[in-house]
């Protein structure tokens, strides 16, 4: 059973940092993409950042040059280290992944980790 974990999640004031960890365990031949996304209360869920097996990325306008998305293969671990943060950042992080498992090609979300920037 593939299993999405997400962890790092807190309350952290204005300018703040805070890092996010999503490991992913079961039998995983293959993690395509791994992602980040976010929802507040009221809001539709959004796209955060995204890296590719090869190791590319991609971040919503409003991250860029705050958040950095990373991956450790070898974990089978994807991370968002958020630096920079403000109030508007404050939301539930979901991780998303599209791998391969012994159960097929799927994607999966893990159950969220609640990020709340106030002061």
């Known amino acids: 059973q593939v299993q999405l974990v997400e962890s790092g999640g807190g309350l952290v004031q204005p300018g703040g940092s805070l890092r996010l960890s999503c490991a992913t365990s079961?039998?995983?031949?293959?993690?395509?993409?791994m992602g980040w996304y976010r929802q507040a209360p009221g809001k539709q869920r959004e796209l955060v950042a995204t890296?590719?097996?090869?190791?590319?990325?991609n971040c919503a306008d409003s991250v860029k040059g705050r958040f950095t998305i990373s991956r450790d293969n070898a974990k089978n671990t994807v991370y968002l280290q958020m630096n920079s943060l403000t109030p508007e950042d404050t939301a539930v992080y979901l991780c998303?992944?599209?791998?391969?498992?012994?159960?097929?090609?799927?994607?999966?979300w893990g159950q969220g980790t609640q990020v709340t920037v106030s002061s």
């Open positions: 998303n992944e599209d791998l391969w498992s012994n159960r097929g090609r799927h994607n999966y």
């Open positions: 079961g039998t995983i031949f293959m993690i395509y993409t």
């Open positions: 890296i590719t097996s090869g190791g590319s990325t």
